[in-house]
């Protein structure tokens, strides 16, 4: 709009100009942006095109002198109402101004599409299972046991109190090496059916006290089926010292178990059968999908058979004490645990087909990312 | 194994719990109890039991009542057989001659003769309880040779008298000797094999299945009932030899009750009367007596409380197990104990109990009977040290850095078929064979992880997963018979594409990428100069699993550490790969010789860098080793870095016309390298830069570079 031409200098013209002016800028509404806020600053006090800088150059530059000193005055009045709208803010201040998706054009991004990643490998269910095992034995004291797959008969049976022609071995079907036949059976060669006889090579190594947690993988002449694979893992473990009680067991994979699965579990002993420890006992945790109500994965017993354990023979203290005579069975005393990896791994992330550990199918593994 | 939870009531005259807390007694003392299923009004329930191997006294009825018996504190009905005495009667003529040529084997034979019986299908309690077992009726005769042993555990067996020639003989089968088993197979004997005999065959493979000439037959009359007890692993041995597992067998290789024979024959002979005919004669009952000395009569054991205390440990209620506890729990098992001292029993051991030898037994069982659940959970203290096996730091960075790359974690079988092991083991020859190998494409013990790789590759390109990225750490092994090795290792492989998004475009996998992963690795370890090196002369030839020329060795301190490359087209393809798949190993052992890198921090410069880059253009021969020694030889203290920014070869499909309009002759490439100056004291002068880039320009012409406008 542009700026009127002033009839004369008179001061009821003037006056009657600066008021049509300050009634203009009356008529604009009160900003409620910052936005409206700035576009009504620019639009009056704006250095080069404002309408006050307009009125300045239409009318002060060309005023004569008598008149200048009545313009000036009537100027700085116009000046400080427009500064006072300015300030007039409404109750809550000022809303930031709204950045319109269509009108900022490129400058804007689409922040929901994703987002750029280099995705990570994802842990192996059974590595991470078995080192969260470990971890939790760690933090007990336990030393990390490691020993060789193939191992002889004497440190995967004979030494564990499994005589030669005992029944109990038929329960750890044994794929054997080639050529052991001329051997005497002690040191015929086979895939190692449990991570126990790192318990024996361990202690011949070592008096006590021992505290050691054994992680590996083991094999047996097993059929495979959806729960049961001839290759396999397990986590054992072995605490021996001149005080070593079935209490203590116990109380140990309490523990453990609280550690693992959440200090509400409960744990459960019953007599078991193991050649090497006396007397042994078989774990159950109370179910840690139905905290023991019975559902469809403890079969609704409530409860999850988990590990088996006990006391380690004294007749398995006797082998070692042939390497280590500190194994006296009649002053030393000690228990072993040992656990499938698998089984807890399957029952942790629901997996209900045990080959797919084995598989390296991409679409399983990605899914522990 | 199936129990009738009435059946043993009928032991338990005194028991008033219902059956599903008489299961849980039980499953809580070990004497498990897997499934409860109800047998309908009156008949009460069907046990599904597990009985662990070393409780063959508790695989049967009376075994189970008196574990109950035990648990509750009750009385155990006792077992006799009216009308039978007990052993030989000195009156009677023996009515048939039994000889004991196998004393070593056998280490007791009865024999009763019953005379005039009629075979006929079984009636009343056998019937009822058979029925609710789903055991299958036979004949009253062979059902009640195995009604005893559901009953008492203690298999026994029926012949017929007018098949049997002369004396009973126990002994030793000859060698070639046949015998036609009931399961009608005939068997050729092994001379360890002990047989019942007569005096001119073979009657039966002793303590593992009866002969099929002497079986009983509708028209038998006459029956001989024999219940022994036989050397466990003369059985064990036996069954094994002949791939015959039955239910005398499982129990006699486990230890049978030694005094149970006669009582057994009394229970079989009863039932079979109960049709008719007659006993001829007493019991004829030939004792061992070194046997009997090792079972029935083995010497009484001490058994200490102190020692109870130390092993057992604190119980719920604080007081630990007391010492009436213990003598009332084991007499309830029928152990006899007799006070010696104020803090030991002598304690004699039954019969049917031969797991028991040592005082640790009977801890076990008074833990056991007392109950699991009544023990306290305490915590041991502990004062040694926590050590770790030297490589599991090595091996959890290797595998965190190829986790962080993005290679996911796989576990492959231990074996592969002997075809594998020839083209991967490492050195021709030493692959290990199994015995027994679970199929023949795990004949062999894996010389290499990569056979189990291409399988997990292949296995996921066969799903139509395409983009594969995978690492195996595990043990590989070789040797011989005599001796077994085992290394740790690491397999990578490689296919498809990386991940892709709106942001950035697909991009296959190629070479470099199993190379940065090998890097990454290496990295991680204090490995000093590391050479790539492609596998021709001086190298030698590339294994037949790798392309001869996209491939490389990896040599760290003087080993190769590490083979990766492409996978020749022919092997992919006759493993029906479809796509480019790049595979590798890491030789773990090797890498783990070297320690881990450990980081020490330089002081920083506070002075700019300054970049330069060199545009240049080579011949293919010259490699970028041989561009990185020229500029790393030329000892520039202020050289702060240098490395390819840009490589352009043209490529394979690359039209001759296309590299002629880039300025690029055949055979030719060219380069951008990147070199980065800076002084840790000052900033650097005009003329220092400019002599430095001169001598950089005059070290690559030397190599026969050419630098471009």
């Given at each position: ?150 191992e002889t008969d004497y440190y995967n049976f004979e030494s564990l109190n499994f005589p030669p022609n005992h029944p109990a071995r038929d329960t750890q079907?044994t ?9 005497p059976l002690r040191e015929r060669?086979l895939?190692?059916t449990h991570?126990s006889p790192?318990?024996m ?72 059968f193991f050649p090497f420890t006396e007397?042994s ?32 023979d004294p007749a398995v203290f006797a082998f070692a004490?042939r ?47 | ?52 191997t070393n409780?063959v ?174 050397d466990p692993l003369s059985i064990r041995r036996?069954s094994k ?12 290789e486990r230890g ?38 090792r ?59 031969l797991d028991l030898e040592r005082?640790i037994d ?348």
């Amino acid at each position: 709009m542009q700026i009127p031409l002033l009839a004369d200098w008179s001061e009821a013209s003037l006056a009657q100009a600066f008021a049509a002016l300050t009634a203009e800028a009356d008529s604009a509404p009160p900003p409620r942006t910052e936005e409206e806020r700035e576009n009504f600053r620019l639009h009056w006090l704006g250095r080069k095109q404002g309408r006050l800088k307009l009125v300045s150059e239409a009318w002060l530059k060309s005023a004569p002198n008598e008149a200048k000193r009545e313009l000036g005055k009537r100027f700085n009045l116009l000046k400080e109402h427009i500064l006072a709208r300015l300030e007039d803010l409404p109750a809550g201040g000022l809303e930031p101004a709204a950045a319109s998706f269509a009108a900022a054009g490129e400058a804007a991004i689409d922040v929901t599409l994703p987002g750029t990643r280099k995705r990570p490998g994802a842990e192996h269910p059974l590595i991470k299972t078995m080192n969260e095992i470990v971890a939790v034995f760690e933090a007990m004291g336990y030393s990390i046991g490691i020993g060789p797959e193939v191992e002889t008969d004497y440190y995967n049976f004979e030494s564990l109190n499994f005589p030669p022609n005992h029944p109990a071995r038929d329960t750890q079907d044994t794929l054997v090496i080639a050529g052991q036949e001329t051997k005497p059976l002690r040191e015929r060669l086979l895939m190692r059916t449990h991570t126990s006889p790192v318990q024996m090579r361990t202690m011949e190594r070592q008096p006590p006290p021992v505290r050691i947690v054994i992680p590996g993988k083991v094999h047996r002449n097993d059929a495979a089926d959806a729960t049961h694979s001839p290759i396999f893992h397990q986590v054992e473990g072995l605490c021996v010292d001149d005080n070593i009680t079935f209490s203590d067991l116990k109380g140990t994979l309490d523990h453990a178990m609280k550690a693992l699965f959440g200090s509400s579990v409960k744990t459960r002993f019953f007599p078991s059968f193991f050649p090497f420890t006396e007397p042994s006992a078989d774990v159950q945790i109370s179910c840690i999908f139905c905290g023991g109500a019975g559902c469809k994965k403890c079969k609704q017993s409530g409860w999850i058979e988990l590990l088996g354990c006990g006391m380690v023979d004294p007749a398995v203290f006797a082998f070692a004490a042939r390497e280590q005579p500190a194994y006296d069975p009649s002053r030393i005393s000690g228990f072993a645990f040992g656990m499938g990896v698998e089984r807890i791994a399957m029952m942790k992330y629901g997996i209900t087909d045990i080959g797919q550990f084995y598989s390296g199918d991409m679409r399983f593994l990605e899914q522990f990312l | 194994m199936k129990v009738l939870s009435n059946w043993l009531r009928s032991y338990l005259p005194g028991l008033t719990a219902g059956d599903r807390e008489l299961a849980e007694a039980l499953t809580l003392r070990g004497i498990a109890v897997e499934g409860i299923f109800d047998l309908g009004p009156g008949n009460g329930h069907l046990f599904e039991m597990d009985i662990t191997t070393n409780r063959v006294d508790a695989m049967n009825h009376y075994g189970i009542a008196r574990e109950a018996a035990a648990i509750y504190g009750l009385p155990l009905a006792p077992l006799a057989a009216a009308g039978f005495a007990a052993g030989n009667s000195p009156s009677a003529k023996p009515p048939i001659e039994v000889r004991m040529e196998a004393p070593d084997l056998c280490g007791r034979f009865t024999a009763r003769v019953l005379k005039n019986v009629q075979i006929q299908p079984s009636t009343g309690e056998v019937r009822e309880r058979f029925a609710l077992l789903e055991q299958k009726p036979i004949s009253n005769a062979v059902d009640a040779t195995n009604y005893v042993t559901l009953a008492i555990g203690h298999p026994t067996h029926a012949f017929d008298l007018d098949k049997v020639e002369g004396a009973i003989v126990l002994r030793r089968a000859r060698q070639g000797e046949k015998l036609k088993t009931l399961d009608g197979v005939e068997r050729v004997l092994d001379p360890e094999d002990l047989v019942v005999a007569d005096e001119r065959k073979a009657l039966a493979l002793a303590g593992v299945m009866g002969g099929w000439e002497t079986m009983i037959a509708p028209e038998t009359k006459n029956v001989l009932v024999e219940a022994a007890w036989f050397d466990p692993l003369s059985i064990r041995r036996s069954s094994k030899r002949h791939g015959l597992h039955t239910d005398a067998s499982h129990r006699f290789e486990r230890g049978a009750d030694f005094n149970a024979p006669p009582l057994a024959s009394a229970f079989v002979s009863q039932l079979l009367l109960l049709a008719g005919g007659g006993v001829e004669g007493g019991l004829v009952d030939v004792i061992v007596p070194a046997a009997a000395a090792r079972t029935a009569g083995r010497p009484r054991i001490a058994l200490r409380h102190r020692e109870v205390r130390r092993i057992l440990g604190a119980t719920e209620d604080g007081r630990g197990v007391d010492w009436e506890s213990s003598r009332r729990l084991l007499q309830a098992l029928g152990c006899g104990l007799e006070e010696a001292g104020s803090d030991a029993y002598s304690v004699s051991l039954p019969s049917w109990r031969l797991d028991l030898e040592r005082e640790i037994d009977l801890i076990e069982e008074i833990a056991r009977v007392y109950g699991y659940d009544r023990f306290a959970n305490t915590l041991p203290v502990f004062s040694g040290a926590v050590v770790s096996p030297p490589d599991r730091a090595k091996q959890a960075e290797v595998r965190r850095g190829l986790l962080a790359l993005g290679w996911s974690e796989a576990v492959s079988s231990s074996f592969c078929s002997a075809a594998d092991a020839a083209v991967f083991a490492p050195q021709p020859g030493t692959a290990v064979a199994m015995g027994n190998p679970l199929s023949e494409e795990a004949g062999m013990l894996r010389p290499s992880l990569l056979p189990g790789m291409l399988a997990m590759l292949a296995n996921n390109l066969n799903r139509n997963v395409s983009d594969v990225q995978l690492f195996e750490i595990g043990t590989c092994f070789s040797g011989a018979p005599a001796r077994v090795n085992e290394r740790p290792a690491l397999a990578l492989g490689l296919s498809g594409a990386s991940d892709a998004g709106p942001h950035l475009p697909l991009r296959a996998f190629d070479f470099y990428d199993i190379k940065g992963a090998v890097e990454e690795i290496l990295d991680r370890f204090a490995a000093g100069p590391v050479f790539f090196e492609p596998f021709s002369g001086a190298a030698g030839l590339a294994p037949s699993w790798l392309h001869p020329l996209r491939s490389a060795r990896v040599v760290a301190a003087g080993e190769t550490v590490a083979c990766f490359g492409e996978l020749p087209p022919a092997e992919a393809q006759q493993r029906k790969l479809r796509q480019a798949v790049f595979v590798g190993e890491v030789y773990l052992d090797r890498l783990y010789r070297l320690p881990l890198r450990h980081p020490i921090a330089r002081e920083l410069s506070r002075y700019q860098a300054v970049r330069r880059d060199f545009s240049f253009v080579f011949p293919t021969a010259v490699r970028w080793q041989q561009i990185a020694e020229a500029i790393g030889g030329l000892d520039i203290a202020d050289l702060a870095g240098f490395a390819p920014r840009e490589i352009f070869r043209g490529g394979r499909a690359q039209k001759a016309e296309a590299k002629a309009a880039a300025g690029l002759p055949a055979g030719h490439y060219s380069i951008l390298i990147g070199v980065a100056f800076q002084s840790p004291s000052r900033t650097l002068r005009d003329e220092e830069l400019q002599s430095y880039s001169q001598s950089i320009v005059a070290a690559l012409e030397a190599i026969g570079g050419k630098q471009r406008a």
